[in-house]
């Protein structure tokens, strides 16, 4: 089975049924991530990120902005994104349940949390964080 990796942080703008005091509110856009340590750790945890460093979009920078049908068009089997607390949590959860019904990832309960503060570059939370991307991906594996 396919299992791309996507860090998709926060969607901003004109989605009002998202995260109220989001500082990033330009539209109707995700960030993805297409390397930096985001991406280290989905290698780590055994995902095959839909994007990738050799992708245009992150030939500058590990984060792009990408559309909802962009993002759609890649079909992804996961969706891994950074949340602050619960209530993001939900919110994130409830926005790609409303905009991606028919995505594998979403339609199969692929949606990965990790704490925002596990994504830190040099912290020790990135060891926790590939510890919960791999056990939700390969939920039939032991990590021990």
């Known amino acids: 089975m396919r299992r791309p990796g996507v860090v ?36 780590r945890a055994g995902a095959d990120n ?11 920078f590990f984060a792009a902005e990408i559309t909802p049908e962009s993002l759609a068009a890649e079909a992804p089997d996961a969706l891994v994104f950074a949340v602050t607390d619960s209530a993001q949590e939900a919110a994130v959860r ?15 309960g692929r949606l990965i949390a990790v704490p925002s503060t596990d994504l830190f570059p040099g912290t020790l939370g990135n060891v926790s964080a590939v510890r919960l991307i791999a056990e939700e991906l390969y939920p039939d594996a032991v990590f021990d």
């Open 8 to 43: 998709v942080q926060e969607p901003a703008g004109q989605c009002d049924s998202f995260v109220p005091a989001s500082p990033r509110r330009r539209g109707c856009t995700l960030t993805a991530i297409g390397a930096g340590i985001e991406y280290d750790i989905l290698q």
């Open 50 to 60: 839909v994007f990738s460093p050799d992708d245009p979009a992150f030939a500058d």
């Open 94 to 108: 409830s926005y790609l349940a409303a905009t991606f019904p028919d995505m594998p990832a979403v339609r199969d």
